[in-house]
Structure formats: C-alpha cells, structure tokens
C-alpha cells in the first residue's frame, strides 16, 4: 500500500469518517513493518497538534511500535474504553485496537492528553507520589525529620556520628564498639516516603515506603545485627570475621557480603527474603536453607523456595519504578497505597491480573490511567481514597 492511501486511512479514522469496509485493510496495514514511521507520525501529529516531532531514537520507537501493534492484534485486548464482550463485532474490535495504539503514542511523547473515548479517573486533587522523607528515632528518645534537602551533622550517637549527606541519605560514621557503648537508632519512613542509610560498617540500606530499621549507631566486633520492618534492600560491606544479620518477623537472614532484599509487610503475607547476589542463610522455626541467586525464600508457616525469581521488577521500586507483569490487582494496588499514602477500596471483585511499568515519580492520576488501559478495571479517587471498580 502507498503511503499517502494508509495516511488517508488513519486520518479518516481519527475523524470518525472511515467506512467500516475500510477497517480490514487498515488493521492489515498496521502490522507492516514498514509503516512504522508513517503510523507514529500520523498518530503523533493527531496527538499533538503537531508541537510534538516524531522520535528519532530508532530503539525506543521499535520497541514502542511493536508493543502497540502486537495489543491492537488481539481482538481480545481489554481497550481504554467501557467494558466489552469477548466477543465483540469487527468494528468494535478495531475501534479498541486503534485505542491502544493512541494510548501508546500518548505515553511515548508524554503529552499528558486524554482520549475522548476514555472515562478519566475521576479524582477531586491529584494525588502527588511518595518521596525522600523519614523520621530518625535517636538513643535518648528524640526525633530527627529526614528529607532531601538538609545535609550536614546531625547528633552524635555513641562514638559515632550521624550525618545526612543529602539526596535522602543518611550516614553513620565511627569505629567497631564494645557493649558498653552501644546504642540504637531506628529510622522509619511513613507511607510515601523511602530513605537510604549508611551503616557503620559500610552497608548500605535503601529503605521503602512504611518500612523501619533498627540498629547499633556502631557495630560490635563480632556481629552485625538490625532489625527491620516493611522492605528494605541491602549491600552487605564483606567482613568474614562478622556475619551481617537481619532480623524480620517470622524469618532471620544472614550473610557475611551480599545483595538482597527484604520483604517483611505484614499484608502480603510471608516475609520474602529474595537473593541478587552471593548467599544468604535464611532461618525460620529452627530451620534454615541456604539461597542462591535469582532465590526467594517465603517465611511464615514454614520455608518455601521459589526459583527464578524476577529480581528486576522485585527491585524496581529501589530504583523509581514500578514494574508489575501480569500480577493480582489486589498486589499492584498494595504497592500504590503506601507509595502514594491513599486507602484503597475494592468495590467489586476483580480477578484478573495486570502488568504495569512507570516511573514512581508520576502523580496518582497518570498510574492509575495507565492500569485502566489493560480494560476491565476504573478508578475514582475520593481525596485519598481510591475506589476500585470494573
């Protein structure tokens, strides 16, 4: 097909004048590789006005064009607009294809418009995303705000010093202790609000939304031992004359150097103890296993192993992502809630599971349109409480 003929098509299309005997030739023509630049452009400019150019990072546009396509294949594609029937007429079935692919134009270029076939989440305020923010609990009972901006010396803790070095860290600095002077800290971050820490010996700590942990401001010489609460992944500084342990309701994990992660909310059931790499032992009612990288031991009524664990989306939210495939709803939902400190309502029962990948920085609202583009779920939001529905 010519260019200018498939440009005619897509344009009739988005004027709402393309003939239903139209539709098989158009939805033929966009499986063609070859109509890549023609369909990105033409979609683009609707998009935006024609403020925005089409891209010129070859990669991004492939991967973003071949996802969009391989949705609007499906007929059975669950599109942004209301509820349909599995078995859905010809028309219906492109006008949901051709849908998906604006919505997947919309968030390449980031234009933040909406589709006049989309019911928009309805929200009174948006919601803003969680960020570097933390209360630090010192020995002597007082409480020192975290955030982003301070930097400098904080207070002195035993023979070691605390200090913030700004971009949400906080660092411990001081030699190994006797008994005698040790002394704890314990850093908590609320609903929507994520920290890093230092440890003394070297460690370093990326704490997540509603999480604590506990420590010694400086370390004995022959154990290293913390606490904690919600999730938090660790990067053990080696010393093979002192195992680093973990202590976490139902489960204690310990390790000499290694990278793991945590996961000890009390909603989502066992604690998940997941290994990146070295190893780890994880104990439980007198029972301990030993992982291996790509591992995750679940910890609550006894040890479950589970292999090939998908530690980059495990690990996404440490580095501003989320990255959900083809989970629960019920799961995505959890993670939302105390990333953007909003209570979350289920008004129906919605089985089905969803993938998502976003930044974590983005506010409520554009998640949660992102989510609704995989069909069969809405969202209203009610100040800072979300009601989930089909």
Request: aromatic letters at 8%.
């Amino acid at each position: 097909m010519e260019q200018t003929r498939l440009k005619v098509l897509l344009r009739r299309y988005l004027d709402n004048s393309l003939p239903p005997s139209a539709l098989k030739e158009l939805i033929a023509e966009l499986q063609q590789d070859t109509h890549q630049d023609t369909v990105l452009q033409e979609l683009g400019q609707a998009l935006a006005g024609g403020a925005y150019a089409t891209p010129t990072d070859t990669e991004k546009k492939d991967i973003i064009f071949r996802s969009i396509l391989q949705k609007a294949a499906e007929q059975e594609a669950a599109a942004v607009l209301q509820p349909v029937k599995r078995h859905r007429s010809l028309w219906k079935a492109a006008v949901a294809a051709m849908v998906i692919i604006l919505a997947g134009v919309a968030a390449y270029f980031a234009a933040g418009h909406r589709f006049t076939n989309h019911r928009p989440v309805l929200a009174r305020q948006d919601v803003q995303p969680g960020g570097n923010k933390a209360m630090l609990l010192l020995a002597d009972g007082r409480y020192v705000t975290l955030d982003s901006t301070n930097k400098g010396t904080l207070a002195q803790q035993g023979s070691a010093t605390v200090s913030q070095t700004g971009g949400g860290q906080l660092a411990y600095d001081g030699p190994n202790a006797n008994d005698k002077e040790i002394v704890y800290n314990t850093v908590f971050t609320p609903r929507g609000g994520q920290f890093r820490i230092v440890l003394p010996d070297g460690t370093k700590v990326w704490l997540n939304a509603a999480s604590s942990l506990r420590f010694p401001t400086t370390f004995p010489a022959n154990e290293r031992r913390v606490e904690i609460n919600g999730e938090a992944y660790f990067e053990v500084a080696p010393q093979q004359s002192s195992p680093f342990k973990v202590a976490a309701p139902h489960a204690e994990v310990t390790v000499l150097g290694t990278h793991f992660n945590v996961n000890s909310y009390m909603d989502d059931g066992a604690v998940k103890t997941t290994l990146l790499e070295g190893r780890v032992l994880v104990t439980h009612q007198g029972r301990t296993v030993a992982l291996k990288p790509g591992q995750q031991a679940q910890t609550k009524d006894g040890i479950r192993i589970l292999e090939q664990i998908d530690t980059d989306a495990l690990m996404a939210w440490k580095d501003g992502r989320f990255s959900c495939n083809d989970i629960p709803l019920e799961d995505i939902m959890r993670q939302i809630s105390r990333w953007y400190d909003v209570q979350v309502i289920f008004k129906d029962n919605i089985t089905d599971t969803y993938s998502v990948e976003i930044s974590r920085d983005v506010p409520l609202s554009k998640l949660l349109q992102f989510l609704e583009l995989s069909g069969g779920v809405h969202f209203d939001v009610n100040e800072k409480t979300i009601i989930v529905k089909k």
